[in-house]
C-alpha cells in the first residue's frame, strides 16, 4: 500500500546519497496522509519531477488512477 511505496522510496534515497530528497514537499513529512496528498498535488501538476524524488509513489498514484479511471467508465 501506500506506507510500504513511502518506505520504498526513503530507502531509495538513503542508497542514492546524492539525492536530496525523501518527500515530495516538506510538508509532506507531516504524516502518511500529508504524504499522499502532497504526493498527489504533485502527481498532477509535475508528475516527472515525482517520478525523479519518489518513484514507488509515482507508481502507486498511477497504478490507483488508472484503476480509478477503469471504475469510473462503468
Known amino acids: 500500500g501506500w506506507r510500504d511505496a513511502v518506505l520504498a522510496d526513503i530507502e531509495l534515497a538513503k542508497a542514492n546519497r546524492g539525492r536530496a530528497q ?15 496528498a502532497e504526493s498527489m498535488a504533485m502527481f498532477l501538476t509535475d508528475r516527472r519531477k515525482l517520478k525523479e524524488i519518489a518513484p514507488n509513489r509515482e507508481r502507486y498514484l498511477h497504478n490507483l488512477t488508472k484503476m480509478l479511471n477503469n471504475k469510473l467508465r462503468y
Open 22 to 36: 525523501m518527500y515530495p514537499t516538506e510538508y509532506a513529512k507531516t504524516n502518511l496522509k500529508e504524504d499522499f
